[in-house]
């Protein structure tokens, strides 16, 4: 019943920046860590950044500073700021929340992902 929906993906030349959100939507619902994930043709799905619900955020090693990961609590949204964008970085990114809904145990939400490709 809870949803996860991407948005701000798109094509961009290499050194561009995107913004992308991620808004859930449903009722009675929790919103604990937050995630963004990624997963090129052919490639596995790999994680690249988390922020849990006061903030602490982590970053796959390889980002080298480029990406931000946020969030709104009071909008049920996180983002993630991309900067510096390079063709490696295409892929289709998917948000990924823990939540608890109805006082129930925690549980992993996914978004349907939004392509991202960087090209001159």
């Known amino acids: 019943q809870v949803q996860l929906v991407e948005s701000g993906g798109g094509l961009v030349q290499p050194g561009g920046s995107l913004r992308l959100s991620c808004a859930a939507s449903g009722n009675s619902f929790v919103i604990y860590t937050m995630a963004w994930y990624r997963q090129a043709p052919g490639k596995q799905r790999d994680l690249v950044a988390i922020?849990?619900?006061?903030?602490?955020?982590n970053y796959a090693d390889s980002l080298n500073g480029r990406f931000t990961i946020s969030r709104d609590n009071a909008k049920n949204t996180v983002y993630l700021q991309m900067n510096s964008l390079k063709p490696e970085d295409t892929a289709v990114y998917y948000c990924n929340a823990e939540i608890s809904r109805l006082a129930t145990a925690r549980r992993d939400y996914w978004g349907q992902g939004t392509q991202v490709t960087v090209s001159s």
């Open positions: 922020i849990t619900r006061t903030g602490t955020t």
